[in-house]
């Protein structure tokens, strides 16, 4: 079994500086990683997902985030945010065997851009 | 453009009135699922189907039922809605987790009063 540890529950930011928003996981098993954004009222939406390869993954919106299997995190970041950027973002894990099809989510994060 | 709809954005339903959250989607995928999502706890779910006419309970059941007879539609059911029951409510589907993970709907919120 796979959980996901969001640190930080509310993230507040000056509009143009950078962010990083945390995420660790557990699991025995290899992993896919996934990051999703909510913005009010409105389902979650695909970010960016780690499955292989290069450990720093570039998303939509100009973020990015790092697999680092060591500390098991995949922190998402932003070298420059914009009020468009306030929202909810939830970090997401499942293992990565044949057939696997439930993904476990964190809390999320409030990520609040201030002017 | 892939494409999970649910029925309904807003919906306000009296206590102990049957409610039917509907959610249709049109990329074949054989996995559906239905979670709760309230402030502070994140998405819980609540059940979820691997196919048709198949279902297994998630982490919060209870007070819920669902209902899959086509491959693109899984209803989320409430028995007899109580306040406890007011909260927002997503759809979402996968097919293979590696191409896309979820795809969610945009979210219905269900107020019972």
């Known amino acids: 079994a796979q959980s996901v540890t969001q640190l930080d529950s509310q993230v507040p930011v000056f509009e143009e500086a950078p962010v990083e928003l945390r995420c660790n996981y557990s699991?025995?098993?290899?992993?896919?990683l996934f990051w999703y954004v909510q913005y009010p009222n409105q389902g979650l939406q695909l970010l960016l997902k780690y499955l292989s390869g290069s450990t720093l993954v570039k998303g939509i919106n100009g973020f990015e985030a790092e697999f680092n299997k060591s500390q098991t995190s995949f922190h998402l970041r932003k070298p420059s945010v914009h009020i468009s950027d306030t929202a909810e973002y939830f970090c997401a894990v499942t293992n990565s065997g044949a057939g696997s099809y439930q993904l476990t989510f964190g809390k999320g994060t409030k990520l609040s851009v201030i002017p | 453009d892939v494409k999970v709809t649910q029925s309904s954005r807003y919906l306000v339903k009296r206590t102990g009135e049957k409610v039917f959250l509907e959610c249709v989607q049109d990329?074949?995928?054989?996995?559906m699922f239905w979670y709760r999502q309230d402030p502070g706890l994140g998405l819980r779910l609540i059940y979820f189907s691997y196919d048709v006419k198949m279902k297994e309970k998630g982490d919060i059941p209870e007070g819920y039922s669902v209902s899959r007879e086509k491959k693109e539609r899984f209803s989320l059911i409430l028995e007899s809605a109580s306040t406890n029951q007011t909260s927002m409510y997503l759809c979402?589907?996968?097919?293979?987790?590696?191409?896309?993970?979820?795809?969610f709907g945009s979210g219905t919120r269900l107020t019972v009063v």
């Open positions: 699991s025995s098993v290899s992993v896919y």
């Open positions: 979402a589907s996968t097919g293979r987790l590696g191409d896309y993970g979820y795809t």
């Open positions: 990329m074949d995928h054989e996995n």
